[in-house]
């Protein structure tokens, strides 16, 4: 059984400007889910890569209460 990613922990260690390593997890009409450290999954907006390609992103948002992080590439 797969462990559900630690949102929180995340967040507490992570702010907007953060440049961080990730894995395209998920291609949607909207753009890609990236899977960042921790299992935590965030949107780049409008970017729709190769699935599995790796990329390097840079935190805009993050927010807590959603539990969403925003990204741009890096």
């Given amino acids: ?3 559900a990613p630690d949102f929180s ?3 507490a260690e992570h702010a907007a400007g ?3 390593s990730g894995r395209v997890a998920e291609v949607v ?3 890609s889910f ?3 450290e921790g299992g935590v999954h965030g949107l ?3 970017q729709q890569l190769d699935r ?3 990329v390097r992103v840079q935190i805009l948002e993050i927010d807590a209460v959603k539990q969403r992080t925003s990204l741009k590439l890096a």
Avoid: I, P, W
Wanted: hydrophobic residues 50%; aromatic residues 10%; negative net charge.
């Fill in 18 to 20: 953060d440049v961080l």
């Fill in 29 to 31: 009409s909207f753009g």
């Fill in 44 to 46: 780049l907006h409008g």
């Fill in 9 to 11: 922990k995340f967040a």
């Fill in 52 to 54: 599995d390609m790796a």
């Fill in 1 to 3: 059984m797969t462990e």
């Fill in 34 to 36: 990236v899977e960042l």
